[in-house]
């Protein structure tokens, strides 16, 4: 395992943000992190490797390639950071300095984490823009922020992230503020950067249409609780939380060309009430209030359900699974 | 006879547009029928919320001929602009940056009102708009801040209702919100259009929106329309190799309807 979380707490004076058993990553695993706005996906994510806000105390163990991370000092943190595990967010464009030069700022990151001279650091510049398939890197090297696109900011971000070859990238909503054409290059990129590299993804997003275009596992944030995790296609598919339900019929996708015509008009699933404000979460099941299917005990911590597969949810009065004989002609046909 | 009608569009920013838009809507055609549902599909720069600030009459365009309800629209501009704005209302993308910050919910919503009627709306009157997107007196009060963006796009909504439109062009209303409160807020769309019988024009970079609103779509690229028809068509089988793009794309990042 390259990440391993157990007993995660994240709390902000007297809120717990987060709260998370278990969560494991393996070499070279992408996993998705959904859920709606404040929903913990981001502080989860943010807080394996020191990004959390200042206010914020993280505890528990999160094991890192065989290193435990939490209490380590910020300095070693930012050591780790850069260098073992890359970060990329929503806004490229506010990650680049726009006064620096491309070039400059992907070598800073380089010269941060590697004793090299400076031919080395040049050719190795070069190499990351290559790696993230942007034409014309030398005369990229020249160009400021402003001068390029959403999709290539990303992309030099990127390059940025893997420049001292991390084993694993966390990625907060790479893809959102940019055009769906654009977004799937660089979900494209990712995927493949992944696999070349044998580099494990953390992507947060709170869409599931792109969590399933990238992710072969999916962990379900809801109220800073893991509500379900699985294999990606399984957890969309035959979701057993009714969080995960409810967010995946409210997803407005698109039918097959057939059934085009039905659904136009249709009204969407909603889910009922709204994310609590902070501290606001109810005990018990943390989405106690907005689920349609709650029973008493629900007032209580549920406990965690394993239904083989890798699949495991928490949920007092989950939706019925799939028996294993239509599991597996789903999973052939 | 179309409500809103084409023929030959040309709008250029006088600035040239920047990067952002550094094209020319050039020689558009299009029409929009009563009571129809068009969305208007592209990546950002491809000039669609341009166009629609066209066809409601924010911006100008230099030439052609845009037709609403059987008049030139600079007519209208010229000796009825307040009918013009009554009969074609906006919502934007973002409803935070759409409201002003320091004025309560009770002034911004008033404001179509006493543009277009010359009067000021009683608290009954903007309850009764309120409730009609899911909302209470209660937010009267209030100011932006204190509000989610769910409830600042239904207080858009809500804004744009109260003068009675036909037409409601919408740009990107849902683009900031969560997949959740972005469901509540399509639902919305779906049930004025049918209580209301609305000609509905909603411009969105996202086709499953699009697809689930929309019987009839635009799509724009470059300040092109590339192509145009019923929904279902132009979906299930694109005539042009960007709209195929476009598709292909978007389903690979949206769940099966």
């Known amino acids: 395992m390259i990440l391993e979380i157990n007993d995660l707490k994240v709390t902000i004076g007297p809120h717990t943000i987060v709260e998370i058993e278990h969560l494991s990553l393996s070499a070279g695993t992408r996993l998705g992190i959904v859920g709606e706005s404040g929903s913990g996906k981001t502080m989860t994510a943010t807080s394996l490797v020191g990004l959390q806000p200042n206010e914020a105390v993280v505890e528990g163990s999160i094991r890192f390639a065989g290193r435990e991370l939490v209490g380590l000092s910020h300095r070693r943190l930012a050591e780790i950071r850069g260098r073992e595990v890359g970060v990329i967010f929503q806004d490229p464009a506010k990650a680049l300095n726009p006064m620096m030069r491309i070039g400059r700022q992907v070598a800073e990151a380089i010269r941060l984490h590697m004793d090299l001279s400076s031919g080395e650091v040049r050719a190795r510049v070069l190499d990351l823009l290559g790696q993230v398939h942007l034409p014309d890197a030398q005369a990229l090297l020249r160009r400021y922020p402003h001068q390029l696109s959403g999709g290539q900011q990303q992309r030099v971000l990127i390059a940025i992230a893997i420049a001292c070859d991390p084993k694993l990238l966390i990625a907060d909503e790479p893809t959102t503020a940019l055009d769906v054409t654009v977004q799937n290059g660089i979900l494209t990129l990712l995927r493949e950067l992944s696999v070349s590299r044998n580099m494990s993804l953390l992507f947060v997003s709170h869409d599931l249409g792109v969590i399933q275009a990238i992710s072969e596992l999916v962990a379900v944030v809801y109220g800073g609780h893991l509500v379900e995790f699985g294999p990606t296609a399984q957890v969309i598919g035959h979701p057993r939380h009714r969080y995960t339900q409810a967010l995946v019929s409210a997803n407005p996708g698109i039918a097959d060309d057939e059934h085009l015509g039905d659904v136009v008009g249709r009204r969407l699933d909603v889910i009922r009430g709204s994310v609590p404000p902070l501290g606001k979460f109810p005990s018990g099941c943390r989405f106690r209030g907005r689920c349609t299917s709650e029973l008493d005990i629900c007032a209580q911590p549920p406990e965690v359900s394993q239904t083989g597969g890798g699949h495991s949810f928490k949920c007092w009065n989950p939706i019925e699974g799939v028996d294993q004989a239509r599991g597996a002609v789903d999973a052939t046909g | ?257």
Not at chain 2, 211 to 221: D, N
């Open chain 2, 1 to 257: 006879m179309p409500l809103v009608d084409v023929r030959g569009l040309h709008f250029r920013y006088p600035s040239g547009g920047g990067r952002h838009n550094p094209w020319t809507l050039e020689g558009l055609d299009l029409s929009i029928e009563h009571g129809s549902s068009v969305g208007i599909v592209g990546e950002s720069g491809s000039g669609k919320s341009t166009l629609v600030r066209i066809l409601c009459g924010i911006l100008i365009h230099q030439r052609g001929d845009v037709e609403f309800d059987g008049r030139p629209l600079e007519d209208w501009l010229a000796s009825r602009p307040r009918e013009l704005r009554r009969r074609n209302q906006i919502v934007f993308q973002s409803p935070r940056r759409s409201l002003d910050p320091r004025m309560s919910i009770r002034k911004s919503l008033s404001q179509p009102v006493r543009a277009i009627e010359r009067r000021i709306p009683s608290d009954d009157e903007m309850t009764g708009w309120l409730e009609r997107v899911g909302l209470t007196d209660e937010v009267l009060p209030r100011f932006p801040h204190q509000l989610s963006g769910g409830q600042l796009q239904r207080v858009g909504v809500a804004r744009a209702l109260s003068v009675g439109p036909e037409v409601l062009y919408a740009d990107e209303p849902t683009s900031a919100l969560d997949v959740s409160v972005q469901a509540q807020v399509l639902n919305l769309f779906m049930d004025i259009r049918n209580q209301l019988g609305l000609t509905l024009v909603m411009v969105s970079h996202d086709l499953a929106v699009i697809s689930r609103i929309c019987e009839q779509v635009i799509v724009m690229r470059d300040g092109q329309i590339v192509e145009a028809g019923r929904m279902t068509h132009v979906l299930s089988q694109p005539s042009d190799p960007y709209t195929a793009a476009l598709v292909r794309s978007a389903r690979l990042v949206s769940l099966e309807a």
